[in-house]
């Protein structure tokens, strides 16, 4: 037996090892510690694509597919085709019988016209130069010539072919052969499906009528509509697109057509029924876009049908854009239909787009993201996550001899081991005795198979190390984004935190945030923390805050660390409003400094980063220094982490 091998290509590869959510939210993790929230990540991720093998493209590529098949329809074609082809073949029928009554005048030599050839050709050349009149006046006239017969019979059977086309897709090849039977089975169609569309609106239709239906005229919809909804939605489609393609045209030309239209559906005894359905359609779709007219610069001419036809895809693929823009309130991947994306783009698209998909579900179901209230979010995993990687990059800068004491791997162990085990209670964090946690489950159950409870498990007893209380206050005021600078404070929040749990879990650590009043940010709302577009520098209620959070912990060594760019420019008043002023007013600077004084006597030394150079912010952070006994620092905001982070863990290693 012989075998053959080659790429596979209907879908994505079933060997391929499934993507790893963890680097598309590392992916999103750059955008957010950059400053960017996490639904703002995910959209900048989805559009770019994903990396890895095998690659898939995003959101923006399969947008720029769609627009570039959009201006290829406009630039390829014009819309005129049937009304160029009706002109020359009534032009063609018109000269066969002028020919055919000269040869009947020059059989007669010497002999005068007769009345009838006179006749005959006053009226061809009275006939109107509307080609819809002139076919309609034409209608009746007892053809001389019998080519000329055959022609304007092959003008009218077109005009059937390319109208019905242009309502019903496929019709044109179903009527390819002029057959009496066959218009009076279109006939008998349209009847049937008014009935049914009728019914359907009195609530009477049932799903056995749409089945019976198609058993009879399935020939009719090559596009298999499997219920009488998609039926309706494929026809309405047709029907507003061949409305467009009047309005698309020159007045002059929409009139000629209109009454092309009008006279063939008349002649072919279907006029009153396609107007019954033209009815319904736009009942039941009135969204639809039925007058909006389209602009075509090509030089081919399309024919009626295929003219309709590129209309249909230019709105389904004006739909697939404002879908894939995803620019809209409460914006999601489900939103865009795969079927229109595998139309217009092809399977390989559908299967980037299901790649997409799957790593919106990914994130949510494996618990990175989660969406409250409408609004999505990060999780405390995903914060850990991103943690880290902050906590990684403030690493980076580090000089490599400090290494050894960052990389820590045993999170969780508060202590040296003492040798000794008891009951687990929750919310410890030493290590578990896996040996004794299973001799406790052996003992209660008596044997095999063993069932593990909370009350068996044991953990190891450790010393207890020092611990801290740590506080950073982070300044979220307006100047922080206009400086670029805060970006880095909220990754050196989100690195200062996962230092703090994953190495030391014994200390208390709280992050402020201030701007013209402060508050207390939880460990989930870091990575989607953005700046405050208000006017103040409340660093006097971020002491007050951080004051009460060392008072909470008075065993505790404490920490505060203090990021900012300005000096303070706001105090809170004894009914709890800030007020602002600028320059600082002295009641701002008298309060904030009486706060420094009020660390030092518990004993907090306040090391403050400062991420301007202003001569009033400096005057101030040595006046902080001189007071408390802490240090400046002066990074540039790409170092931020670094400092912050070393200046941590200089203080836990002396202590």
Not at 14 to 35: C, I, K, N, Q, T
Not at 234 to 258: D, F, G, I, K, V
Not at 448 to 471: G, H, K, M, N, Y
């Amino acid at each position: 037996m012989a075998y053959r091998y080659g790429e596979y290509h209907d879908g994505p590869d079933p060997l391929a090892p499934p993507y790893d959510v963890r680097e598309a939210l590392d992916e999103m993790g750059d955008a957010v510690l950059s400053g960017a929230t996490p639904v703002d990540a995910l959209r900048d991720l989805l559009r770019r694509g994903l990396p890895g093998a095998p690659e898939r493209r995003g959101l923006d590529d399969l947008l720029h597919q769609v627009r570039r098949r959009r201006r290829e329809l406009r630039s390829g074609s014009r819309l005129d085709g049937t009304l160029e082809q009706a002109r020359a073949l009534l032009d063609k029928a018109i000269g066969q019988e002028r020919a055919e009554l000269r040869r009947e005048a020059d059989g007669r030599p010497g002999a005068a016209p007769s009345d009838d050839t006179g006749f005959r050709e006053a009226l061809l050349d009275a006939l109107p130069s509307d080609t819809s009149q002139a076919i309609h006046e034409l209608a009746s006239y007892d053809w001389r010539s019998p080519e000329a017969r055959r022609t304007f019979e092959e003008l009218r059977d077109l005009l059937r072919r390319e109208i019905l086309d242009s309502q019903f897709r496929g019709m044109r090849d179903a009527l390819a052969n002029p057959d009496p039977a066959a218009m009076e089975r279109v006939r008998h169609m349209l009847a049937d499906l008014n009935d049914m569309l009728e019914r359907d609106a009195r609530g009477e239709h049932t799903p056995d009528d749409f089945a019976e239906f198609m058993r009879k005229y399935r020939d009719m919809f090559p596009e298999n509509p499997r219920n009488l909804e998609e039926l309706v939605d494929q026809l309405a489609r047709r029907a507003a697109a061949a409305q467009r393609l009047l309005a698309s045209l020159t007045p002059e030309q929409r009139a000629e057509l209109a009454g092309l239209i009008e006279q063939t559906l008349e002649q072919a005894g279907l006029s009153e029924q396609m107007r019954r359905l033209g009815e319904s359609l736009y009942a039941r779709r009135p969204d639809l876009a039925w007058d909006t007219p389209e602009r075509f610069s090509g030089e081919d001419p399309m024919g009626m049908g295929d003219a309709v036809t590129a209309l249909q895809e230019l709105a389904d693929l004006g739909e697939l854009e404002s879908a894939l823009r995803q620019d809209y309130p409460g914006a999601r991947l489900d939103d865009i239909d795969e079927e229109a994306v595998r139309r217009a783009l092809g399977r390989s698209a559908v299967d980037d787009l299901e790649a997409l998909r799957q790593i919106e579900r990914e994130l949510e179901s494996q618990g990175y993201l989660r969406r409250h209230r409408g609004k999505l979010e990060l999780t405390p995993k995903a914060i850990r996550r991103l943690g880290e990687t902050a906590l990684r990059r403030a690493f980076s800068s580090l000089e490599s001899s400090r290494r050894g004491d960052h990389d820590q791997r045993d999170a969780g162990a508060a202590g040296e081991l003492t040798g000794s085990t008891r009951p687990w209670r929750f919310g410890d964090e030493q290590p578990i005795d896996v040996v004794r946690t299973i001799v406790n489950a052996v003992r209660r159950g008596g044997g095999a198979p063993i069932s593990l409870s909370a009350d068996d498990f044991e953990i190891v007893e450790t010393e207890r190390r020092s611990a801290a209380a740590v506080c950073l206050l982070v300044d979220l005021s307006y100047s922080m984004a206009l400086r670029g600078t805060w970006a880095a404070a909220k990754q050196t929040a989100l690195a200062l935190q996962a230092l703090v749990t994953s190495k030391f879990p014994q200390d208390a650590v709280q992050i402020i945030g201030f701007s013209n009043y402060a508050r207390v940010l939880r460990a989930d709302e870091l990575a989607g923390l953005e700046w405050d577009m208000v006017q103040g520098t409340n660093l006097h209620h971020a002491l007050l805050i951080a004051g009460r959070h060392l008072d909470r912990h008075p065993d505790f060594e404490p920490v505060v660390l203090v990021v900012t760019d300005g000096e303070p420019t706001a105090h809170l008043m004894r009914n709890g409003v800030p007020r602002f002023d600028w320059p600082p007013s002295p009641e701002t600077l008298e309060l904030t400094l009486a706060e420094v004084d009020k660390m030092t006597r518990r004993r907090a030394t306040i090391n403050v980063f400062m991420l301007a150079a202003d001569e009033r912010l400096r005057d101030f952070v040595d006046e902080v220094a001189r007071r408390n006994g802490g240090r400046v620092f002066s990074p540039s905001a790409d170092r931020l982490g670094e400092y912050v982070v070393s200046d941590f863990l200089r203080s836990r290693r002396a202590r």
